[in-house]
């Protein structure tokens, strides 16, 4: 029958139908697509009497059986809650960054389904060189007969490249006797291997407890840590492992260390509180440190009781060999036996630079708020430590080296005890309220207080306890800091322009363009694009414009030593403040700003510029009797890289 033969009601008929078949079809691949894409759901149930395929109504029922299986992506493999599983999950396959592969817990009730190691394994979970994995909601633990290195959960990658997407989310470590060994933790992210360069890339741990395991509690570590300015040459190249947050995370009845971030750059760790650390190790340990890493991120962190049964360590935070920016900042300590923060630049050639604590509070920390033990160019400003009645408390503590050089500027120290200062002459003291006691050593301060600051309630428990009161004589009086933090430990806004208070509570309300003044600095932000109204190093003094902190052009100057000078008109009598921005090429190299000849020979820096980021610097003089100009210059000092000024400011202290 020929298409002619049909009746055009008929023919429209079948076409519509043959058209909704079509559509049909293309909706069940789209959705077969999808499923696929979405991946499957695989059930656990270790209690069950025998072997299934996986699914809800018929769970496999060993670990052996899920670690043989090929997870792809989108792929969920879920535990039934209140069930233990013995033995090592070690499950392979990897996800994708639209579809990451999670484990989970299934049923009813709040029970966590358990995954026991007993001992008998290296590690309760493995995930070994695979990418793209969620684990959440499971308890864990790896306790033997006897000590061994062990650990509870290990990521590891092993000659891999780069791993990407690792989640840790409300786990429960706990029980793990891994013995005094650094490759025993609660929860490690371990990179190995030496022929190919390896690192992490995306990992966050959080809301989790870690309870009861040696040595240490949650950590990173790699092989690939050789960098040549700490004269290494010969071992696997510095590979950082990036984007690493630790968060809101419950770390106690450590062994050893509680949190350390090894080989990284801008890790954050975050919210965290660890307590009950160092409680078995025979070595040296802490509560959250660094080492070997740039721009580490330490906040919001509260830790306390960390022993000191032995040795030198014991604190609450350190910034250990080989760190470049670490920030240390609304971090609350209390109660620790070696004492609030170590600088430990330890080994010969090994150095530690540009560490920044700020706005944390210590109470009752013992033995010293710093143990001084090698830092070449740290910034110690507005915080503050409360050290009791008859406490032998240290306020800096120095190894007997002399390598550590801070500048310490706009602290409440309120000392109540009998300890003082060691090396004060490596160190700058401005604007610092010192409370108290005051031993021989206390350091000469040109712009010291020594009145009581009036705190809230001084000896509590609460940092509320150390909020300024009304009427304190830190109010308004702290000196100004281009590019410190912008908020105070309670989350209050800090001025820039206008005077801070000192401490780590900004009570004061201020203005800041009220306070703002006029920049006696000509072309500071070198944006005429050239070195006009500088007397500059010749030939090593450049208008750049591939750096810049605002505009489009800063200043250049290097190899060392290499210098911008400039003569201002100033008033006698008359507080100024120098602020500016630095940054630098290369991690052998320092920059400073400074002003001198303000009177007679004084001279006075900011402290020096050591990261290859910009950062803000000030630093406040005052001017003799008689002088009616000064000198300010950015200065190229060490190394064989280049360093780099910008917006540069002279003004007159806000009142």
């Not at 496999?60 to 233990?84: C, E, I, M, P």
């Not at 509570?505 to 109204?533: I, K, W, Y």
């Amino acid at each position: 029958m020929g298409r002619g033969d049909l009746s055009a009601e008929v023919f429209s008929m079948r076409l519509k139908i043959a058209l909704a078949s079509v559509v049909l079809l293309v909706a069940s691949a789209l959705t077969c697509i999808n499923a696929s894409a979405a991946g499957s759901s695989y059930y656990v149930d270790c209690s069950a009497a025998t072997a299934g395929n996986g699914s809800q109504s018929s769970p496999w029922n060993s670990l052996a059986t899920v670690n043989a299986h090929a997870f792809t992506a989108g792929d969920r493999l879920l535990f039934a809650r209140g069930v233990t599983c013995s033995g090592q999950l070690k499950p392979s396959g990897s996800g994708t960054a639209a579809a990451p592969i999670t484990v989970d817990a299934y049923g009813a009730g709040s029970s966590r389904p358990v995954i026991a190691g007993g001992g008998t394994v290296y590690t309760a979970i493995h995930l070994y060189n695979v990418q793209y994995w969620e684990v959440r909601g499971l308890e864990v633990t790896n306790q033997g007969a006897t000590v061994a290195e062990r650990n509870g959960i290990l990521v590891e990658l092993a000659d891999f490249g780069t791993g990407s997407h690792y989640v840790v989310d409300n786990v429960y470590v706990h029980d793990v006797n891994g013995g005094d060994t650094k490759n025993s933790n609660g929860i490690q992210f371990r990179v190995s291997g030496t022929t190919k360069s390896t690192h992490f890339n995306g990992v966050t741990v959080e809301n989790s407890e870690i309870y009861h395991v040696d040595r240490e509690g949650l950590t990173t570590s790699s092989s690939w840590g050789c960098r040549a300015i700490y004269a290494c040459t010969s071992g696997p190249v510095w590979t950082a492992n990036t984007n690493i947050v630790f968060r809101n995370n419950l770390i106690h009845d450590i062994g050893g260390d509680g949190i350390v971030l090894r080989i990284g750059a801008d890790a954050v760790v975050e919210h965290n509180t660890a307590y009950d650390i160092w409680m078995r190790s025979a070595g040296n340990n802490a509560g959250i440190w660094t080492i070997n890493s740039d721009r580490t991120l330490v906040q919001y962190n509260e830790v306390y009781r960390v022993r000191r049964p032995c040795c030198n360590d014991g604190m609450a935070f350190d910034s250990d060999g080989g760190n470049r920016g670490v920030i240390f900042q609304y971090n609350f300590s209390h109660d620790n036996e070696g004492g609030f923060v170590l600088f430990c630049g330890c080994s010969s050639g090994w150095s530690t630079s540009g560490t920044i604590v700020r706005y944390n509070l210590s109470i009752n920390d013992k033995s010293r708020i710093l143990y001084a033990a090698g830092e070449s160019a740290a910034q110690i400003y507005g915080n503050t430590f409360y050290i009791p009645s008859g406490s032998s408390t240290k306020v800096i503590e120095d190894n007997g080296s002399g390598s550590t050089k801070a500048t310490w500027t706009n602290n409440v120290i309120y000392n109540l005890g009998s300890g003082g200062y060691d090396q004060v002459a490596n160190y700058v003291f401005r604007g610092n309220l010192y409370y108290g006691s005051h031993p021989s050593s206390e350091p000469a301060d040109p712009y010291k207080s020594i009145a009581n600051p009036l705190l809230a309630a001084p000896g509590s428990s609460s940092p509320d306890g150390y909020k300024l009161g009304p009427g304190s004589p830190a109010l308004r009086t702290g000196l100004n800091l281009v590019g410190s933090s912008p908020k105070d430990y309670f989350g209050g806004a800090v001025p820039v322009a206008c005077r801070p208070d000192v401490g780590f509570h900004q009570r004061s309300t201020f203005d800041d363009a009220a306070c703002a003044g006029t920049n006696l600095v000509q072309n500071g932000g070198f944006e005429s694009g050239t070195t006009s109204n500088w007397s500059v190093t010749s030939g090593r003094a450049f208008i750049a414009t591939d750096t810049v902190h605002s505009g489009a052009k800063s200043l250049k100057l290097g190899p060392s030593q290499a210098s911008a000078e400039q003569v201002v008109a100033v008033q006698p009598n008359t507080t100024y403040v120098l602020s500016g921005w630095g940054r630098v090429s290369a991690y052998d190299t320092e920059v400073v700003i400074g002003a001198k000849a303000f009177n007679g020979t004084s001279e006075v820096r900011a402290p020096a510029f050591v990261n290859t980021t910009w950062r803000g610097g000030s630093v406040t003089f005052t001017t003799g009797p008689s002088t009616t100009t000064a000198t300010v210059y950015c200065y190229t000092r060490a190394g064989a890289g280049f360093g780099y000024c910008d917006d540069l400011t002279l003004t007159r202290q806000s009142s």
